[in-house]
């Protein structure tokens, strides 16, 4: 059977079919409102189109619980918040597939089935004790992703004040030989009252931390060196460093850093721009609580 030529009339009949399609397809992305979504303006026409696939495939978790499209135009603060994450996320090169899940974990994140309340007892955190948000970060020393959060992380608590806290626990990946040794020369500096001094300086380091650079980073913290040696034979420390790395893994971590923000296991990219953007939703939560 030989496969018949378009041609006469019906060409131009399939031709503006095309064309209307084309322009459906357009339309989806243009009738968006881009100027509410700050972080879309250097999205491009492709990747616009994606930001609207998804937004208006997406539900809200917000009390709106409509498409993010449609709580984005109802004016809804987290759906306006979701719509840009999804322009971040597009921006990020993520298909739509997996910002889709992105945004189902994100949701778990701010509303789990579960809260945890690990002990800060004897811990002194980066910001007020008594901030509205605690943020409870379990890493190692030797993570290039633990530095990184803990850097934003410390960062964020500068820039918001009195609303933040940053507690620090320990979370030692097996496959790093130096990982323990790391930990307990930060609890025996923690004992003086040095744990975030030492901590800025463990990150700070480069290259092996063998013991001589423990020690170095110790006295950099400011430490008592003697006191410090005699701390690190002390059998409590190591009986702590496995109590906080099995605490986070209990909480249902599968890659450090473990994160909890205000009690919830934080599952999501651990930029800074991500991490500001779900601490800030969390105080807007526990401040439309009231």
């Not at 626990?169 to 025996?188: D, G, I, M, R, S």
Request: glycine share 6%; charged share 25%.
């Amino acid at each position: 059977m030989r496969m018949k030529l378009v041609t006469g009339w019906t060409a131009p009949i399939i031709g503006a079919v095309a064309a209307l399609a084309l322009w459906a397809f357009s339309a989806c992305a243009e009738d968006i409102p881009w100027d509410k979504i700050h972080d879309a303006h250097n999205l491009t026409g492709a990747q616009k189109q994606m930001a609207a696939d998804v937004l208006r495939t997406a539900f809200c978790y917000g009390p709106c619980q409509q498409r993010v499209l449609d709580c984005l135009l109802a004016g809804d603060p987290i759906g306006t918040r979701l719509a840009n994450f999804i322009a971040r996320r597009v921006t990020a090169g993520r298909p739509v597939h997996v910002i889709l899940d992105e945004l189902a974990k994100r949701k778990d994140s701010a509303f789990p089935i579960k809260t945890f309340s690990p002990n800060l007892d004897g811990l002194v955190p980066l910001g007020p004790p008594d901030a509205p948000v605690r943020v409870v970060i379990y890493a190692d020393f030797d993570c290039g992703y633990c530095r990184a959060a803990v850097t934003a992380l410390r960062e964020i608590v500068k820039e918001r004040p009195g609303q933040v806290s940053l507690w620090f626990k320990n979370f030692t990946l097996a496959q790093e030989a130096n990982a323990v040794p790391a930990a307990l020369a930060y609890l025996a500096a923690e004992r003086q009252g040095k744990g975030w001094e030492m901590a800025e300086a463990l990150f700070r380091h480069e290259g092996t931390l063998d013991d001589a650079a423990l020690a170095e980073c110790a006295d950099a913290a400011g430490v008592d060196l003697d006191q410090y040696r005699a701390d690190l034979a002390k059998p409590e420390l190591r009986d702590r460093v496995r109590v906080e790395k099995a605490e986070i893994l209990s909480y249902g971590a599968r890659s450090a850093p473990g994160i909890l923000i205000h009690g919830k296991l934080y599952d999501g990219s651990k930029t800074k721009v991500e991490l500001l953007d779900r601490i800030d939703e969390e105080i807007y939560l526990l401040a439309a609580k009231q």
